[in-house]
């Protein structure tokens, strides 16, 4: 999931600032309905995963990202207005690199434009460096183009590329150009 904002400034209006910090588990259930709101407006961007069918199952998650330090929230006030969640890459396959995943990044509307989200990627980077981790990753819809700008805008360029096919209309999941051939992926070992 993924949802930033991008860096222009306010002049000359004087807001309450923004604070990055951790959360305890008393803000779960915010956080809770800030990623229902994320994954509400990713629908938009031809997401699949559904907002309140999920809300206990992602409650769980943000619980765990507490208790293991992987979130960083946005406050403005006592208003909670952000998120990124994150986490070191646990994979089977030893690689040259240590990988950090930002999962996870909300900024409510009404607080984009001020840099928050930019605050939460550094909060999340600078944490993910400390674990470790010598590259982070992230995805962002293919559609959602403001995301994809300022992931850009921070430095990220593409490293693999998702594809996706809907089987509603003829049910074929064959490589293109070879159709006795199911399609590979890459995610998985290409052992015989």
Same mark, same amino acid.
């Given at each position: %999931?993924? @949802?930033?904002? *991008? $860096?222009? +400034? $306010?002049? +000359?209006? *004087? &807001? !309450? !600032?923004?604070?990055?910090?951790? !959360?305890? #588990?008393?803000?779960?259930?915010?956080?809770?309905?800030?990623? #229902?709101? /994320?994954?509400?407006?990713?629908?938009?961007?031809?997401?699949?995963? /559904?907002p309140e069918a999920n809300r206990e199952i992602v409650r769980d998650s943000l619980a765990r990202h507490v208790v293991t330090g992987g979130i960083r929230i946005a406050r403005c006030e006592e208003t909670l207005v952000g998120f990124v969640t994150f986490d070191l890459e646990r994979g089977a396959y030893e690689q040259d690199a240590t990988r950090g995943v930002v999962r996870n990044v909300y900024v409510d509307p009404a607080y984009r434009n001020r840099g928050v989200g930019s605050d939460l990627m550094d909060a999340a980077e600078a944490s993910?460096? @400390?674990?470790?981790? $010598?590259? #982070?990753? /992230? @995805?962002? %819809?293919?559609?959602?183009? &403001?995301?994809? &700008?300022?992931?850009?805008?921070?430095?990220?360029? !593409?490293?693999? #590329?998702?594809? *996706?096919?809907s089987l509603d209309c003829d049910g074929s999941a064959r490589a293109a150009g070879d159709p006795g051939r199911a399609a590979e992926s890459d995610t998985h070992s290409k052992e015989d």
């Amino acid at each position: %999931m993924d @949802e930033g904002d *991008e $860096t222009h +400034g $306010t002049a +000359g209006r *004087e &807001r !309450p !600032p923004v604070v990055i910090d951790r !959360p305890d #588990v008393a803000a779960v259930d915010d956080l809770a309905d800030l990623w #229902v709101a /994320l994954a509400s407006g990713q629908r938009a961007h031809d997401s699949h995963v /559904l907002p309140e069918a999920n809300r206990e199952i992602v409650r769980d998650s943000l619980a765990r990202h507490v208790v293991t330090g992987g979130i960083r929230i946005a406050r403005c006030e006592e208003t909670l207005v952000g998120f990124v969640t994150f986490d070191l890459e646990r994979g089977a396959y030893e690689q040259d690199a240590t990988r950090g995943v930002v999962r996870n990044v909300y900024v409510d509307p009404a607080y984009r434009n001020r840099g928050v989200g930019s605050d939460l990627m550094d909060a999340a980077e600078a944490s993910l460096r @400390e674990r470790g981790a $010598t590259v #982070v990753s /992230l @995805e962002a %819809m293919a559609a959602n183009d &403001r995301a994809r &700008r300022f992931y850009r805008d921070r430095g990220y360029v !593409p490293h693999r #590329v998702q594809f *996706e096919k809907s089987l509603d209309c003829d049910g074929s999941a064959r490589a293109a150009g070879d159709p006795g051939r199911a399609a590979e992926s890459d995610t998985h070992s290409k052992e015989d």
